[in-house]
Nanobody
C-alpha cells in the first residue's frame, strides 16, 4: 500500500506561479506512472501531466509550456511547477501513482487563481 500526500496549493493571482509537491510513503523509485490530475466541481477529473521512471514527460495541451513535472528521486518527491497561471487552472489537484499494479491517489490540494 502507498499513501500520497500533496502540498503547495493556495491562492495566487493570474500570471503567478505555484509549486505542488507529492510525497509518497514509499521510495518514489518503486512508484510507477506518476502524474498530476485536477478536478473542478461538477466536472470529471482531468489529466494534467505525467512522468515515467525514465524521465519522459507528457502534458495536457491546456498546460503545455506553462507547467513542468519532474521526479525528484533524491528527495523522493514528485513536483509540478506551475507558471503563468490562469483562472481556468483553478481546481483541486491530485497526485497519482501505481504500486504493484494498483493505482493510488492523494487527498488533493486546492489551487485558486484569482485577482
Amino acid at each position: 500500500q502507498v499513501q500520497l500526500v500533496e502540498s503547495g496549493g493556495g491562492l495566487v493571482q493570474p500570471g503567478g506561479s505555484l509549486t505542488l509537491s507529492c510525497t509518497p510513503s514509499r521510495d518514489i523509485a518503486v512508484i510507477r506512472g506518476m502524474g498530476w490530475y485536477r478536478q473542478t466541481p461538477g466536472k470529471q477529473r482531468e489529466w494534467v501531466a505525467s512522468v515515467v521512471s525514465g524521465g519522459a514527460t507528457a502534458y495536457a495541451d491546456s498546460v503545455k509550456g506553462r507547467f513542468t513535472i519532474w521526479r525528484d528521486n533524491a528527495n523522493s518527491r514528485l513536483t509540478l511547477q506551475m507558471n503563468s497561471l490562469e483562472p481556468e487552472d483553478t481546481a483541486v489537484y491530485y497526485c497519482k501513482g501505481s504500486y504493484r499494479g494498483r493505482d493510488y491517489w492523494g487527498q488533493g490540494t486546492q489551487v485558486t487563481v484569482s485577482s
